[in-house]
């Protein structure tokens, strides 16, 4: 499988869709007519939530053709891991250059690299098939450019279908997962219509975010860009980081050192110092993202969500509670369990700052990446307050 460059990629992307799709659970058991019902819901909803949304924010899409850009796209799981492998291929393809130029220098390039890519692949799938089933909603601020649907496969397709390709990025596109909604809704025990209500205001604050603040897409992509610049591509160097984390991990006398990754999940296990400082950025970025979005959907759901108390008080229930003990181990082991804790600072954030400013001094964060919130600012909205809304 090549690139649209034409060169090899170092993951067989095709063999990573083919394997998630093989690999994924199956959804919820529906009739063609429930499900019909479902994705219809869920489509009248998310253009509901967009006007609910801008209302209680005060943010505006800057421009009327920068949010047409950004569809709304109804999937099931095979669909969220084509949307998703999609963006993975736009986001790491600075890294593949920066590693198909070291293989072109290695004698073994010709015989391990086809081998790797393919073992890859699978690795890939394998991960997107866990992911698959536990994501209700996404905003995929990196997916390709236009046209961003392929048609479906028969007039009566139930599913938005989202392309493998073009490479490049596009505005971004807003996924809903209806089979992992209405496994959900289900599991929880609450009012169907309420809950998908409810879980479009969340991500439609998402498309908001993005439409109404042009350069924050743009600031993302810096950070992660030169994230993925500052990857080490020396195996021998990311054996000594893995090492000293497995000495960390074990508590080996000598095992690890002060500059060592700390002992958590396997994206911290791999990083560079300089790294750890770029994440620290991103972790306060997304923790505002995914804060902001909590607090929106509890703000606006009294309003329009006439069960939200009782969706928030299980759906707590749900995220503290976890699930078995190999699904939590794995959590920790991709930093889910942070993604928990980004929900959880960043809706403190939040409320703290509009608590003490109201939503127009809050708003002062989207003025630029300058007024951002820093880490530490995170866990102190007074800080954040003394410096940029007063």
Known sequence: MTSASG????????????????????GPEVSRAE????????RRHALEAEEHVRAFTGMRSSSLSRAAATPVLVVDRPGWIRANVAGFRTVVQPLVEKLQARRANSATAGVFGAVGEKATGIEVGALLAFLATKVLGQYE????????????????????????????PGPGRLLLVAPNIVHVERE???????????????????RTQFTAVPWLRD??????????????????????????????????????????????????????????????????????????ADVVMDGVGPAVVPTVSEIREKFQ???????NRLDLLLRRLLGMDAKLRQYQDGAVFVRGVVEQVGMEGFNRVWTSPNTLPTKDEIHDPAAWVARVAR
């Open 188 to 206: 929880l025990d609450v009012d169907p219509s309420d809950f998908r209500l409810w879980v479009c205001l969340h991500e439609e604050t998402h």
């Open 219 to 292: 600031h993302i992509q810096s950070e992660v860009q030169s994230f993925l610049a500052e990857t080490d591509v020396d195996p021998g160097a990311l054996l000594e980081r893995l090492r000293d984390a497995a000495g960390s991990l074990g508590g080996l006398p000598g095992g690890g050192n002060r500059d060592s990754a700390p002992a958590g999940n396997l994206l911290e296990i791999v990083q560079s110092p300089a790294q750890r400082e770029i994440l620290g950025r991103l972790t306060a970025v997304m923790s505002l993202l995914e804060g902001h």
């Open 317 to 323: 229930q749900r995220r503290d509670r976890g699930a």
């Open 141 to 168: 601020t990196f997916a390709p450019g236009e046209p961003p649907l392929e048609a479906p496969d028969s007039p009566a397709a139930l599913f938005d279908k989202p392309r493998l390709g073009p490479d490049g």
């Open 35 to 42: 499900a019909a019902a479902v994705v219809a819901e869920l």
């Open 7 to 26: 060169g090899a990629d170092m993951v067989d992307w095709n063999l990573a869709v083919a394997t998630a799709t093989r690999l994924v659970r199956p």
